[in-house]
Structure formats: structure tokens, C-alpha cells
T-cell receptor, first 113, second 116 residues
Framework: KQEVTQIPAALSVPEGENLVLNCSFT??????LQWFRQDPGKGLTSLLL?????REQTSGRLNASLDKSSGRSTLYIAASQPGDSATYLC????????????FGGGTRVLVKP | EAQVTQNPRYLITVTGKKLTVTCSQN?????MSWYRQDPGLGLRQIYY???????DKGDVPEGYKVSRKEKRNFPLILESPSPNQTSLYFC???????????????FGPGTRLTVT
């Protein structure tokens, strides 16, 4: 059974510092991995999608890497801003389970001005 | 604007009173799904649908029903809600997958349900 873990559960950094968020998964036979942002009491906003054949994806200040063999993905957020404060979730899709996403528990990020 | 909408956004109800949470997407997506989010348990899939009239159970289907009569709509039905179904519910959609890769999933804004 696929398990997805995000460590740490919470992170606090001063504004301007780079953020590094980790995601690990137990079954390397994934089709893709998706990073989401969730603000308190709100829905999920998709940030980046990495296909299993890709090593990384970039969007603005965000960069996500994927290492299937080690079962890890890392989300980098450059030059953090207070507006980046949110919970970040990673989710993996296994081909054998249709389009089901298995989510990690999330990392709650606070960027202090 | 491409989006997934859910209604209602907030609902407080009593045990045993049937309710329906609607989900609609305007992106012509084949795949739709329901998740619930609970503290300490994260997001778990309830039901999913690969296309019209095709639905299947996710990880936590007990106490829920779904239907997919039209491509754009995927309602979640609680026939007899109980307090343990108090949760934050999300609907999601995406294009159907092709072997070896998958498409981005889009989530609705969530429905916060309280069952007393």
C-alpha cells in the first residue's frame, strides 16, 4: 500500500529565506506526483505536476524535483514571502488505482515578515 | 473560467437527514472524484468516476453514494449522515489518463459538513 510522508509537519522561516519541502513515498511505481497549496479552510490549488518520466518542473519561484528510485520529491520555493504561508501537500498517483491520488499529511509553512 | 464548483460550501445538519453535496466542472473532464479531509488523517478518497455511468469505491466509501448521469456533475449523497461524517469534503476532476502518465487534477473549494 502506497504511503506518502511529508517531514517536517510544520516549518517557520524568515521572509527571504528559501524553503525546502520534502515528500517521500514507499511505492516507486507512480505515474505522477502533484504538489498543492492549501490555505486555512480553503480548497487545494495545484502548484506543479511532475510526470514519472520527468526529473523536475519549474514555475516562477517554485521548483519541484522527483527521484523515483529513492521515492522522494522536493519542492523548493525561492525567496519566500509572507504570502507563501500555507500548507503544502504532495500527492502521488498510482496507475493501478485509476486516477486516485494518495496524499501526504502536509507541511504547514509560516513565513515571518 | 475553468473551475470545479461545489454546493453548499457549508452545511450543518442532524443525524439521519439525507443530504446531497453537488459537484460540477466545466472543463469536459472524464474523471471526477470525492475526497474527505480530516485532521491527522489527511485527504482520503471516497468514490471516483472514470466517465459517465462508471463509478467505483475509493478508500472510505462506507455511508456514501454517488452517481454520474452527466459528464459535468458528480453529486455525493449521504443517505443517513452520522457525526463521524463531519468533515471537509473536496470534489476533484481531471482529463482521463493515458498509460504511463496522468493529467493534473483540479479541486473544488470544499464543503464543510457538520453532522450533529
Amino acid at each position: 500500500k502506497q504511503e506518502v510522508t511529508q517531514i517536517p509537519a510544520a516549518l517557520s522561516v524568515p521572509e527571504g529565506e528559501n524553503l525546502v519541502l520534502n515528500c517521500s513515498f514507499t511505492d516507486s511505481a507512480i505515474y505522477n506526483l502533484q504538489w498543492f497549496r492549501q490555505d486555512p479552510g480553503k480548497g487545494l490549488t495545484s502548484l506543479l505536476l511532475i510526470q514519472s518520466s520527468q526529473r523536475e518542473q519549474t514555475s516562477g519561484r517554485l521548483n519541484a524535483s522527483l527521484d523515483k528510485s529513492s521515492g522522494r520529491s522536493t519542492l523548493y520555493i525561492a525567496a519566500s514571502q509572507p504570502g507563501d504561508s500555507a500548507t503544502y501537500l504532495c500527492a502521488v498517483r498510482l496507475g493501478a488505482a485509476g486516477n486516485k491520488l494518495t496524499f501526504g499529511g502536509g507541511t504547514r509553512v509560516l513565513v515571518k515578515p | 473560467e475553468a473551475q470545479v464548483t461545489q454546493n453548499p460550501r457549508y452545511l450543518i445538519t442532524v443525524t439521519g437527514k439525507k443530504l446531497t453535496v453537488t459537484c460540477s466542472q466545466n472543463m469536459n473532464h472524464e474523471y471526477m472524484s470525492w475526497y474527505r479531509q480530516d485532521p491527522g488523517l489527511g485527504l482520503r478518497q471516497i468514490y471516483y468516476s472514470m466517465n459517465v455511468e462508471v463509478t467505483d469505491k475509493g478508500d472510505v466509501p462506507e455511508g456514501y453514494k454517488v452517481s454520474r448521469k452527466e459528464k459535468r456533475n458528480f453529486p455525493l449523497i449521504l443517505e443517513s449522515p452520522s457525526p463521524n461524517q463531519t468533515s471537509l469534503y473536496f470534489c476533484a476532476s481531471s482529463l482521463s489518463y493515458i498509460p504511463g502518465q496522468g493529467y493534473e487534477q483540479y479541486f473544488g473549494p470544499g464543503t464543510r459538513l457538520t453532522v450533529t
